[in-house]
């Protein structure tokens, strides 16, 4: 049973009316196969939102350490007028797992505004992709987007990438987008073992470090089952 | 069958490849005849159409050309910058080779793809279709050669395209540019036209260890005129790639380079400027490999659209297992001036190197409405306080441009734009 | 009783850029319980390799020579266990640890060095008492503990918070790497108080730097001068005055 794969394929959909908020976070720790990927799940979800309302505001938190394969998209429609869209992703692969995940911020009414940020850390031999869309249609006036992707590697046999696709129709709106790539500093490690971190404990708290803009998006009590996730996903990762 | 569906608007050549002969050439054909010319389901080029060939079949052009037209474009690009004129140059007119208004340079070797072809190693016509087209079909380009040790200096390839009323035409120069190990060269590449034409060049470069070749294209297409370029760049150990592209005018254009960096300690840099309106189309789009150690990539790309304007950005850095200690930097920015200007980017990292600092960057938005208030409160006009501020946009992308010959031209040309597009 | 930390012979080597360089080259050292000793030196003779070896840093390879501390070989031990035996590395270039806040990092590393040494843990309110107190002693401004580890602190910020760090941890043997380095008086003094309030009959200090004023408050019982990745001179606290005043180019030619 275990060798063999399994479909999880969830449709969600949100609708925010006037002055409406919905916050849905996820904490995804499926099987993700063993460590020479045999096994585990196929995480296919289809996750929609439309800020129809004015105001209304759309937030997608979530914390991908398990499957084998996610592809996951969540998106926002921003049509209601000065609506919002977050998306606060952390994706974790280790081993032979893949995650290709990202959003899709439609910009269609005034003054809409959308963050996006998501955190990437891939580990053994696995891939971590951020694939996302922000398009500003014509109307949006006044719209506004900041995106920052940053990756982290852990051992030089991962992969880590990053494909924003960015569309701007409107002159009065303002788009950022900011990615970087790097790895957990010898010296980062070094101090804090010099302070007494076990190596496994100095890797956690950097990357629960790396991690926090995300983190704190998380109810209270996900957080705290987020951050010890981390550290269990990249068990073995180091040295 | 060529369906225009699936093989894009491969139709417009379709009595041009029959009875191709060569290896190249044929299997260039296969390609071709196997992907078509790309629609905008190909990923690569997702964000630039072709329609704008038409509809019409592209024929080669004609042997003869105006003489006159052809004496006015390069007098024209020399009055906006006069001190290249005392530069060697090569000049082609509708993808030959022009002897009459050519200066052949002393310190470099030329020969022309029409005498003896050669279509490089660095190309890729399977993958490329644009390219593979350029393999079927070219007819000319110049070859420069640059021995060990030697510095060529600055050297101008002007390719003037001169389109024809009521004929369709299409030309697809080879060129070439091979620096041997601590050679240098800056190449000046001025596309500029009138009228209706599809100007197609591919250009294969390579720079030999320790070596440095300054490459400045400007694209000043016909107004009618599609210009869609190729540059393939093999760099060495502690060689230098430094190319900047300039898109300014032309219906369509799109500069596309692909950059390897095959051996430790070797930089590339690609960086450019767009400053279009109406309805034109520009298109920069890169791939930066790095497959050695020790690289460092760069690249700046600023966009300035106006009227209907759509610019395009995508640029690919790729890091291989082995490029440790890669050094890469990427960053696209645009200024919309109309409420109907566009900008698409896509910006892409793919790092499958650990000890890497990769890092990317991108915006979009408009002039400054309180630097505009602030230079008009001071008693600059309107139309002048926004050319200052775009000026000062692009300012310091074009001051990358090393060679300062090239890089005034630059500037003189997107003043020329700046002043048609405020008046239009 | 053996000494308190006493190293002969030591030799290592950093492999930099697929080249091997020698930087010590048979170093002789010990320091007894209860004592300041300082290393002075000129630029690359091997003083801040010497910490690193000291607190374990893998980049460097001991060739040969031994480290002997409270008993312990010290060279066979981890980083973190050299910090759970009661050594402390105060580095020249303090890390930075985005989002890590440094509260978390104090007092995460606090207990690992507690549970190692089988002391009981301190939880968060016993933590930040202890933590605020010793910020105030240090004249830090109290939201530096909120802040992330060394992000974006001025130098003088980060030599403070390495001095916290030391005072929290009550380590038995502190290494000072140039902690004075572009600091003013006042941060100097700081500095010199934090150690000094360490002094104990238990607890010893070595203590890297280029300035006789840092030795002026701390009173040091020996000075050693470092050359060429060797000792090459010891003597008492007249030996920094003389080498404040007259340089180490005399010392250096006397020991050639």
């Known amino acids: 049973m275990r060798d063999e794969n399994q479909l999880h394929a969830a449709v969600v959909e949100l609708v925010a009316m006037d002055d409406a908020s919905i916050k849905y976070s996820t904490v995804q720790n499926w099987y993700p196969g063993d460590e020479e990927g045999r096994g585990g799940i196929y995480n296919f979800v289809t996750k929609r939102g439309a800020c129809r309302g004015a105001r209304s505001k759309i937030s997608w938190t979530q914390v991908e350490t398990g499957s084998a394969i996610t592809w996951k998209y969540p998106s926002c429609i921003l049509q209601g007028e000065g609506s919002v869209g977050e998306f606060y992703s952390v994706a974790v692969t280790n081993n032979c797992q893949q995650a290709d995940t990202g959003t899709k911020m439609i910009h269609l009414g005034r003054n809409t505004r959308s963050t996006i940020i998501a955190k990437t850390i891939s580990a053994g031999r696995s891939d971590s992709t951020y694939r996302g869309l922000v398009r500003v249609q014509p109307k949006a006036s006044g719209a506004r987007n900041f995106t920052q992707c940053d990756s982290l590697l852990i051992g030089d046999r991962c992969g880590a990438h990053t494909v924003p696709y960015i569309e701007c129709r409107n002159m009065a709106a303002r788009v950022e987008h900011e990615a970087t790539t790097s790895k957990i500093s010898e010296d980062q490690l070094f101090y804090c073992r010099q302070r007494g971190l076990s190596e496994e404990d100095a890797v956690g708290l950097i990357v629960n470090g790396f991690c926090r803009d995300v983190l704190k998006e998380l109810p209270m009590e996900f957080a705290v089952e987020a951050q010890k996730l981390l550290q269990i996903s990249l068990e073995g990762s180091v040295g | ?424 | ?256």
């Open chain 3, 1 to 256: 009783m053996s000494q308190f930390l006493e190293i002969s012979g030591l030799n290592a080597r950093i492999d930099a850029d697929g080249q091997e360089k020698q930087i010590l080259r048979g170093v002789d050292l010990s320091i007894p319980p209860g004592e300041v000793h300082v290393i002075m030196g000129p630029n690359g003779s091997g003083k801040s390799t010497l910490s690193y070896v000291l607190a374990g840093r893998d980049d460097y390879e001991v060739t040969s020579g031994s480290v002997q501390f409270q008993g312990q070989d010290l060279l066979a031990m981890e980083p973190e266990e050299r910090a759970a035996a009661g050594l402390f590395l105060a580095f020249q270039s303090p890390v930075e640890l985005p989002g890590v806040n440094n509260a978390n990092f104090l007092r995460t590393a606090i207990n690992a060095v507690r549970r190692a040494r089988g002391q009981e843990e301190l939880d968060a309110v016993a933590f930040l008492k202890l933590a605020r107190e010793a910020a105030k002693t240090l004249s830090m401004a109290p939201d530096m503990l909120k802040r992330n580890v060394n992000v974006g602190f001025s130098g003088g910020e980060k030599k403070r918070n390495e001095v916290l760090q030391m005072t929290l941890l009550q380590p038995t043997f502190a290494i000072l790497d140039e902690t004075d380095s572009g600091l003013d008086v006042d941060a100097l003094r700081v500095v010199a108080e934090g150690v000094n309030r360490l002094r104990a009959p238990t607890f010893s200090a070595l203590v890297i730097t280029h300035h006789q004023k840092l030795l002026d408050y701390l009173v040091p019982d020996r000075i050693h001068v470092m050359a060429k990745g060797r000792i090459i001179l010891s003597g008492g606290p007249e030996l920094a005055r003389q080498i404040d005043q007259e340089g180490y180019a005399k010392f250096l030619s006397e020991a050639a």
């Open chain 2, 1 to 424: 069958m060529i369906s225009p569906d699936r093989n894009g608007p491969l139709n417009l050549f379709t009595s041009r490849l029959e009875g191709i002969t060569g290896a190249e050439r044929q299997q260039a054909v296969a390609a071709l005849q196997r992907a078509g010319l790309p629609t905008r389901r190909v990923e690569a080029w997702k964000y630039t159409a072709l329609r704008a060939l038409g509809q019409s079949s592209l024929s080669a052009p004609a042997a003869l050309y105006d003489a006159k037209a052809a004496r006015a474009v390069l007098d024209d690009v020399l009055s906006a910058q006069d001190s290249l004129a005392s530069l060697p140059r090569l000049v082609f007119v509708n993808g030959r080779h022009a002897p009459e208004l050519s200066v052949l340079p002393k310190a470099v070797t030329v020969t022309f793809f029409a005498d003896t072809p050669r279509f490089g190693t660095a190309a890729a016509p399977d993958r490329d279709p644009l390219v593979a087209l350029n393999t079927a079909l070219a007819e000319d380009g110049a070859q420069i050669q640059v021995e060990a040790g030697v510095d060529g200096g600055a050297l101008v390839l002007l390719s003037i395209g001169l389109g024809v009323q009521g004929s369709a035409f299409s030309f697809h120069p080879r060129h070439a540019v091979i620096l041997a190990s601590d050679a240098r060269l800056e190449l000046i590449c001025v596309q500029a036209g009138q009228g209706a034409y599809f100007h197609n060049p591919v250009t294969d470069i390579s720079v030999g260890s320790g070596a440095a070749l300054e490459h400045v294209t400007l694209q000043l297409e016909g107004a009618e005129a599609v210009g869609l370029g190729t540059v393939y760049a093999d760099v060495a150990s502690e060689g230098v790639y430094d190319s900047f592209a300039l898109g300014v005018d032309g219906l369509l254009l799109r500069h596309e380079v692909h950059a390897r960096l095959g051996a430790s300690r070797a930089a590339v840099h690609v960086n450019g400027v767009q400053r279009l309106g109406g309805s034109q189309v520009g298109d920069m789009t890169s791939v930066i490999t790095h497959a050695a150690p020790d690289c460092i990539s760069r690249q700046t790309v600023r966009n300035v659209l106006d009227g209907h304007a759509r610019g395009v950005f995508q640029g690919k850095v790729l890091v291989e297992q082995i490029a440790q200690k890669t050094d890469g930097y990427q960053m696209n920015q645009a200024l919309l001036l109309s409420p109907d200007a566009e900008i698409d980017a896509k910006p892409e990292l793919e790092i499958y190197a650990d000890d890497v600092r990769c890092s990317h960057g991108a915006t979009v938005g408009a002039l400054d409405d309180e630097q505009l208030f602030y230079l008009r409160s001071r008693g600059v006009p309107e139309a002048q306080a926004r050319q200052i501020l775009i000026e000062a946009f692009l300012d310091e992308t074009l001051g990358l441009i090393s060679h300062a010959g090239a890089q005034a031209l630059c500037r003189a040309m997107l003043t020329r734009k700046g002043a048609a597009g405020e008046s239009a």
